[in-house]
């Protein structure tokens, strides 16, 4: 029971390079959600899947897109990134949002 | 939108003292949630509170949630090094779909 599953764990990317972060959970939860964490900060929200099929904006949208590929994986893509998306990603599920378990990480570094 | 303020940003202890951190909405919540993240990890859910003036305990930790529903504390009992971390609060908004906002985090550091 791997729990919530995240790759790469590090990525450094040139601004205006796309790369997709994956997200996987054994638990057959519904709902998945996509977070950045920046320096001193709090969590922000920036995609969730309630259920499989479905995926809604968070508080901080702009520049990523998402796929709920199916029930157990839920991917981020940054089609051209940028310095100001330099951040740890972190995924989470849950069947109720705030409570579920939170995957290692991704730390992402643009130049 | 919904803001979920924490104090203070930052605190030292020494190892033994107590220690709590303070949660604030601008809105009245649903619930709220709190986390625990070590140095370089992932946040770790800790606790959920849902009702009016609720209080409820892990062993040293000691979780309200006011009466309002707009505020809530942790609050640690003679701390140890293992405590050490950034402690979230985040609040929950239901609708349909339930909203949370994380807080700003609270870093603790104990000193031995």
């Known amino acids: 029971n791997a729990g919530v599953t995240q790759t790469p764990k590090f990525q450094v990317l040139k601004t205006g390079q796309s790369m997709t972060l994956q997200c996987a959970q054994d638990?057959?939860?519904?709902?998945m959600y996509w977070y950045r964490q920046d320096p001193g900060m709090g969590l922000r929200l920036i995609y969730y899947s309630a259920s499989e099929g479905t995926t809604d904006k968070g508080e901080v949208p702009n520049g990523y897109n998402v796929s709920r590929l199916n029930k157990r994986e839920f991917s981020l893509r940054l089609e051209s990134a940028a310095p100001s998306q330099t951040s740890v990603y972190f995924c989470a599920s849950s069947e109720y949002h705030g409570t579920g378990p939170f995957g290692p990480g991704t730390r992402l570094l643009v130049l | 939108g919904q803001q979920v303020m924490q104090i203070p940003q930052y605190q030292h202890v020494q190892e033994g003292e107590d220690f709590t951190t303070y949660c604030n909405s601008s809105t009245t919540l649903s619930n709220i949630q709190w986390y625990k993240q070590r140095p370089g990890g992932h946040p770790v859910f800790l606790i959920q509170l849902v009702k009016s003036g609720e209080v409820k305990k892990q062993k040293r930790l000691t979780f309200q949630f006011g009466e309002a529903k707009k505020n809530s504390s942790l609050h640690i009992t003679a701390t140890q090094t293992t405590d050490v971390g950034t402690y979230f609060c985040?609040?929950?908004?239901?609708?349909?779909?339930?909203?949370?906002?994380f807080g700003t985090g609270t870093k603790l550091q104990v000193i031995p």
């Open positions: 985040a609040g929950g908004v239901t609708g349909g779909y339930q909203k949370v906002t």
């Open positions: 638990m057959n939860h519904n709902s």
